[in-house]
């Protein structure tokens, strides 16, 4: 197969896997190459373009960092140009299991390498779907996380403001992992305060109320993905695609396309015959576009963007088909540009409208691999991963595969502990997950309190801190993480005698958990002897 530009010896390969350390100790990671390697051209799928960078790039520095291994760098639609990876002069990159078909772009060779187990990890760039389409194409996972929230220092730019550094992985767990590396390593763009950190327990999602060009075989499978999502208690809504579409024809059928001109275009026009013939006619067309039809269309793009969002309230996320469907690697060259036109239409308008993503496998459509595409807000990429997680998981009932994720290694989080009515399942826990919280499971404080029921609606515990030399318990409770802002908004909620402070727990650390005012913590019936709220709920000694 044409997935390598660049490949290492496979006995320097094992050495080094032997000898990594770190979190990602001997990962095998591929590089799609308009991303540097020290020390290994880049060459952005031009050969005349090559250049040997002295540095990697940030994401590359992160993952090697935590002891990936770069064991190559892989082939891709040239100049990044292109949904296809057939336009390449190392030859098309065909799909993984059907070689007539196409494997997707322009983030080909990094998603067959990880398809194929050549790879373990891969980072790939996205502009208008190259991170996603690839991934679906593939059945394999695909991350294109925020706008800007990775580092594209290093990367060879197709369009700038709107490209992005994603990551392939063959699951959803693995794919969080290495992100969580990869933003923490290499993370560039400020995190709000009012981020959510995780989906709520039964979330909306929305879905288009047509779907355009949609394979017939692709359609059942959507449907049946949809129909997965509803039973499992997600609530879908609709919504109408046409600002969605308008903009992602907007990406390549506008102004918008003199951004790849800007990149590469003095390259293009020097160096012709190095160039791919539809790369170059794409790139070239963008050389005379007057800067009055730039302006004219950013303002489209915004209004268009405006309409899609407000379309969106009230929905957690958005779901689409990755694509409508696969073309044959003979169907592209016959029409190379309406063909990978019509393998954009879900995927064009993502970066344009700064939304997150999330590609993952849903199944078979006929004897192709079929991907869905989860869609949500700037930053809110937690909640994209757990949606997403339910489908991966492909049973409601499965707890989620990631115990935690990956926007938890850069946003901006708060923890709180909880002892009685905010614990999962316990009436006030939605005064948690309304805000974004994230469950992080249970935690018991050192063998120094008190625990007390106190007579109110609905009951609340009281965890007081015994005086030195008296005996007390080991009080179970949960541990939450939100962000700043919403643990403002949950403070300014807390009725007395409820309050915030320190408390010890059986490590010896001490954190931020609900006490209680003394007076009214003494005053309560002491259930101190059942340690832990919902066993003293069991046992009907609350109430």
């Not at 990697?56 to 291994?69: C, F, I, N, Q, S």
């Not at 994603?166 to 969580?180: E, N, Q, V």
């Not at 024809?249 to 800007?262: D, H, K, M, P, Q």
């Not at 393998?343 to 064009?348: D, E, S, W």
């Amino acid at each position: 197969m044409t997935i390598w530009i660049h490949q290492r010896a496979e006995a320097e390969i094992a050495r080094d896997v032997a000898e990594a350390t770190g979190p990602l100790a001997g990962i095998r990671l591929a590089v799609k190459d308009n991303v540097d390697v020290a020390g290994v051209p880049t060459t952005a799928g031009c050969p005349a373009f090559a250049y040997t960078p002295d540095r990697d790039a940030p994401a590359v520095a992160a993952l090697r960092a935590a002891g990936a291994v770069v064991v190559g760098k892989t082939n891709l639609d040239q100049f990044a140009t292109g949904l296809v990876g057939t336009r390449s002069p190392h030859g098309a990159v065909p799909d993984a299991r059907r070689p007539e078909f196409v494997s997707g772009g322009s983030s080909s060779g990094s998603a067959v390498a990880v398809a194929t187990g050549a790879a373990d990890i891969a980072i790939g760039t996205d502009t208008a779907g190259s991170g996603r389409v690839p991934a679906a194409f593939q059945g394999i996972v695909g991350i294109k996380p925020t706008v800007g929230v990775v580092s594209t220092d290093g990367v060879v730019p197709a369009c700038r403001s709107y490209d992005c550094v994603t990551l392939f992985a063959a699951d959803l767990p693995l794919a969080d992992r290495a992100m969580g590396v990869l933003a923490a390593g290499a993370g560039r763009r400020e995190w709000p305060a009012d981020v959510r950190l995780a989906a709520p327990p039964e979330p909306v999602v929305a879905v288009f109320d047509s779907l355009p060009e949609l394979n017939p075989l692709w359609r059942g499978a959507f449907e049946r993905t949809v129909g997965a999502l509803r039973e499992g208690g997600v609530r879908i809504v609709t919504v109408d695609p046409e600002p969605f579409l308008a903009a992602a024809r907007l990406l390549y059928g506008g102004a918008l396309v003199a951004e790849r001109y800007a990149a590469v275009g003095a390259f293009v026009d020097a160096h012709a015959e190095s160039v791919d013939p539809t790369v170059g006619s794409i790139i070239r067309a963008a050389r005379d576009i007057p800067a009055h039809r730039l302006v004219s269309d950013l303002a489209t793009l915004e209004e268009l963007r405006s309409r899609a969002l407000a379309s969106l309230a009230g929905a957690d996320a958005l779901l689409t088909p990755t694509a409508p469907g696969q073309p044959t690697i003979a169907q592209v060259a016959a029409d190379p540009v309406g063909a990978n036109s019509r393998v954009g239409a879900y995927t064009n308008f993502c970066n344009l409208f700064d939304l997150c993503a999330v590609a993952v496998p849903s199944g078979m459509a006929g004897a192709a691999q079929f991907g869905v595409t989860v869609l949500a807000r700037a930053f809110e990429d937690a909640v994209a991963l757990d949606i997403a997680a339910r489908i991966t998981n492909g049973d409601s009932d499965t707890p989620t595969p990631l115990d935690t994720v990956w926007p938890l290694s850069v946003a901006p989080a708060q923890e709180v502990i909880v002892f009685g009515a905010h614990l999962r399942g316990q009436p006030l826990e939605h005064q948690l997950t309304d805000l974004g919280a994230r469950w992080m499971g249970p935690v018991r404080t050192a063998p120094r309190y008190r625990l007390a029921a106190l007579d109110t609606h609905p009951p609340k515990p009281a965890v007081t801190r015994r005086p030195d030399g008296e005996a007390g318990v080991a009080v179970a409770g949960e541990r939450w993480l939100l962000s700043p802002a919403a643990l403002g908004r949950f403070l300014a909620r807390l009725p007395p005698p409820m309050q915030l402070g320190a408390v010890e727990f059986a490590d010896g650390t001490w954190h931020t958990a609900f006490g209680c005012d003394g007076a009214a913590a003494a005053a309560g019936k002491d259930i101190s002897e059942y340690s832990s709220w919902t066993a003293a709920l069991a046992a009907g000694a609350v109430g």
